[in-house]
């Protein structure tokens, strides 16, 4: 195992989005399951043990769902074309059907996986209440925020031009932006979407892939993606606020500790390296203050949850 350099997005919702992790290198559920599989920061493991595993321990379970196991005898435990030297040489050593049998149980694996997280829903959030409760005229729900919260909405929609990226129920546009945030190390700037296009265009289980179950007209963000866009340098996915309150840190790489330098940051739009595409929201103490207020509202309802005085 080893330390990454961003931080781990959210699984929650994440069904919903049509490019996953902060630059956008993977375009489905299913592939997006795959990537920690193999990095080595992360599980650091190899497709073929995986899928050895999956013959030895859920074979019966596989193969009601997707068909005969491959036979995969006679082949070296560890094998990957994204592993070390020498598995890399494993999985060489191997024919072209059968990297190709053990990448299709291998991506079979990740549409499992999806279809667990794809069940991951956000919780209620005092704010979902405050809103249903005035759109259904419901007085009693009016008290659920407290002015304070209820004016760092106000700035959240208004003047804070929050509402402008993270918006939808999610709040996130699910787009990648460049927000003017120092890289995590100086001098080395993260570039962001503009690479994660390439990667995912040449990603072998991306949506056109041929282990993808999608029609190729299905693919439409794909399809009509950028090949090199230039503004999408150090641009990153907008993330959704969603219990933003508790997943400090913050921003892609976790440069910003807690929500009021994130909300201070946005108020005062400096320029770091390169392109920023916020403009000064010039915010008060007090209106960063409420603002962070309200962000707190955004967080899942614990069931036993001491009731607001």
Not at 70 to 92: K, N, V
Not at 187 to 198: E, F, H, K, M, S
Not at 238 to 253: C, D, S
Request: hydrophobic content about 35%; proline content about 6%; overall charge negative.
């Amino acid at each position: 195992m080893d330390t990454g350099a961003r931080r781990t997005m959210p699984v929650v919702g994440a069904a919903y989005s049509p490019f996953l992790f902060w630059d956008g290198r993977k375009d489905s559920l299913w592939a997006q399951a795959l990537g920690p599989l193999e990095d080595p920061a992360e599980h650091g493991g190899t497709r073929l043990a995986f899928a050895l595993q999956l013959k030895t321990r859920y074979r019966p379970d596989y193969e009601a769902i997707f068909g005969a196991m491959p036979d995969l005898s006679g082949l070296p435990e560890e094998a990957s074309p994204l592993g070390t030297p020498l598995q890399r040489a494993a999985w060489r050593s191997m024919t072209e059907k059968e990297q190709e049998e053990v990448s299709k149980v291998f991506a079979n694996m990740g549409k499992a996986l999806a279809a667990y997280q794809r069940t991951l829903q956000p919780g209620e959030s005092r704010l979902d209440q405050y809103i249903e409760g005035v759109v259904t005229h419901n007085v009693q729900a009016y008290g659920l925020l407290n002015a304070t919260e209820k004016n760092g909405l106000r700035i959240f929609l208004g003047k804070g031009q929050c509402i402008t990226c993270h918006n939808g129920p999610l709040l996130t546009d699910h787009h990648f932006h460049n927000t003017g945030i120092a890289p995590r190390i100086p001098g080395q700037p993260d570039l962001g979407r503009r690479v994660g296009i390439a990667k995912v265009r040449g990603d072998e289980f991306n949506c056109l892939g041929r282990f993808s179950d999608a029609r190729p007209e299905q693919c439409e963000e794909l399809n009509f993606l950028a090949r090199d866009d230039h503004a999408m340098t150090s641009a990153f996915k907008t993330p959704g606020l969603r219990n933003v309150a508790l997943r400090a840190p913050y921003m892609h790489a976790g440069q910003i500790t807690s929500l009021a330098d994130v909300v201070r940051h946005y108020s005062q739009a400096p320029r770091t390296d390169g392109h920023s595409e916020i403009k000064p929201a010039t915010l008060t103490e007090s209106e960063m203050q409420d603002l962070v207020a309200f962000l707190g509202t955004l967080s899942a309802i614990v069931e036993n949850e001491p009731q607001r005085e």
